[in-house]
């Protein structure tokens, strides 16, 4: 079947992915962070069209900064770089937390039913796992000098006496991003390692090193470089995977702006043992992908909410929601007829710090998200809304200040060039930028992201006499270390004087426009 102009596939932020094939069925995994439920699961029938089936945690450790207790925070933390594989009839994920400097396992028979949560001894950054024919388990990670290490054969930790192998290695005064985003294959008898590869002054780079046996002299290129038109950005970093008919494709991503790092799909075809990227060193516009559910209507990756339950004891929400950090199941609820409530549980000094906002991924070129919220139940200088949420966040939300309500827009410019990973949360208050008076708490809400070739703005409406009105200019929203993930919408409320305050969400809608 022909696919014309499908990348990129999702659309959407799923960054480091990792793919492989269970019969006619294809799986893939992405570095989800802080976002709860983590692990995003996916599936697909022809490596082109993508939904969600399951997530493969709730929490990790939930510990103060994943609940966001105080003001601590895990920005640019939790699950990175997932290493998915499938052998003996059971799904593996293996990855490290930053934060918790601790290596998961999460194994299941079914990926939409339960995952048992391990862990593997020891730290091991952007590892993959590979279970070899002879019945021996390794594991390979790192970055710029990669290691190999065998492991028990319930990937527990490292066998007895077994200790780590260097089997590739950046030349001493490498500069750049050396390699890393392992991804373990044997094929044909061979050993075969993709990385994410950045010399400085090139751009994103896909690297490939081979090697006869697992342990042995593993010898390396570069396999792909291509920036599919979009100047200095690269697509790499991901696996691959073959068709039952026996071709093989690559799903890396590319840095795409403050939407996110969005998969790419990429043919491989072999000049002999070699693998080959793209056709003619360039990624394809179009496609011919053969899928064995040619008429599968699958689900979208972001949806509309009416928050309406018959039953509001039901706690589940859509698949494409997701919390920012761990939420705290007491402080939310469904309310009879219809709305989702949030309380407050603590006092914010900014939008960032606020439990329980609850989100979703943002779509590339364009998309917008409107929502109507019931301020009636906030307190003295609560604010509730819809945000656009990363580290230069920007966001219409309504406050109560001495008994009036008023819309405020609010947007943070961050500043500070060493604001990157590791540093523990911003604590410094947005601009309000706009503020009108309101004759009634409750309001419909709407932002327009504008993400086609790399505008990267958003606007801000809100619905006045049955019109949308537009509040202020643009914000320029933007990709950064701090939080290292795309642009998410989110639905939110924070307080700065008092706790306990209360806001109702109802009509959430998802407009995307490709």
Avoid at 74 to 91: Q, T, V
Avoid at 231 to 242: M, S
Avoid at 480 to 504: I, M, P
Wanted: hydrophobic share 35%; aromatic share 14%.
């Amino acid at each position: 079947m022909p696919y014309t102009d499908i990348n990129p596939i999702t659309k959407c932020d799923y960054p480091d992915p990792d793919v492989i094939r269970v019969g006619d069925v294809y799986y893939m995994v992405s570095t989800t962070m802080y976002f709860m439920p983590g692990g995003a699961f996916l599936r697909s029938y022809d490596l082109a069209n993508w939904e969600l089936v399951s997530y493969i945690f709730d929490s990790l450790d939930d510990t103060p900064n994943e609940r966001l207790e105080n003001e601590l925070t895990n920005y640019a933390g939790g699950m990175w770089a997932p290493s998915l594989r499938y052998h003996d009839g059971k799904f593996y994920v293996a990855f490290v937390s930053h934060f918790t400097e601790t290596t998961y396992l999460f194994v299941a028979d079914d990926p939409e039913g339960e995952w048992t949560k391990k862990k593997i001894e020891g730290y091991y950054h952007d590892c993959s796992l590979l279970f070899d024919d002879d019945g021996r388990n390794y594991i390979v990670y790192g970055n710029k000098d990669i290691y190999l290490l065998e492991l028990k054969k319930d990937l527990s930790g490292p066998v007895d006496g077994a200790t780590p192998k260097l089997i590739v290695s950046e030349p001493e005064g490498f500069k750049g991003l050396g390699y890393e985003g392992s991804h373990f294959y044997k094929i044909n008898g061979k050993y075969y390692i993709f990385f994410i590869h950045w010399p400085q002054g090139s751009i994103r780079t896909e690297a490939c090193f081979m090697s006869d046996t697992v342990d042995g002299e593993y010898t390396g290129w570069d396999v792909f470089k291509d920036d599919r038109g979009v100047e200095g950005r690269g697509v790499a970093q991901g696996g691959i995977v073959d068709t039952p008919n026996g071709k093989w494709y690559s799903i890396m991503f590319q840095d795409s702006g403050a939407v996110g790092r969005i998969p790419v799909l990429v043919p491989v075809t072999w000049d002999g043992d070699k693998p080959v990227f793209g056709l003619h060193g360039k990624t394809p516009r179009s496609f011919n992908l053969s899928g064995s559910r040619p008429y599968y209507r699958y689900e979208q990756l972001y949806t509309s909410d009416d928050f309406v339950k018959e039953d509001i004891s039901d706690r589940t929400l859509k698949l494409q929601w997701q919390w920012n950090h761990s939420p705290n199941n007491a402080l939310w609820e469904y309310k009879p007829g219809g709305g989702l409530a949030i309380r407050t549980g603590k006092i914010c000094s900014n939008l960032t710090h606020a439990v329980n906002t609850l989100t979703q991924r943002m779509m590339f070129p364009k998309c917008e998200a409107e929502v109507t919220v019931d301020a009636s139940g906030l307190k003295e200088g609560d604010v509730a809304g819809l945000c656009a949420l990363q580290g230069e966040y920007g966001y219409l939300g309504i406050t109560v200040n001495a008994g009036i309500y008023y819309l405020i827009k609010v947007v943070r410019e961050n500043k500070n060039p060493s604001f990157g990973i590791g540093v523990s949360g911003d604590y410094m208050p947005g601009d309000v930028v706009e503020k009108i008076r309101l004759n009634d708490p409750k309001v419909t809400l709407c932002l327009k992201p504008n993400f086609e070739n790399m505008q990267d703005k958003l606007d801000f409406f809100y619905l006045k006499d049955g019109r949308m009105v537009k509040v202020g200019a643009s914000h320029k929203l933007n990709f950064r270390l701090d939080h290292f993930t795309g642009c998410r919408f989110g639905l939110f409320v924070y307080s700065t004087r008092e706790y306990g305050g209360e806001a109702v969400f109802t009509d959430f809608k998802y407009r995307y426009e490709n």
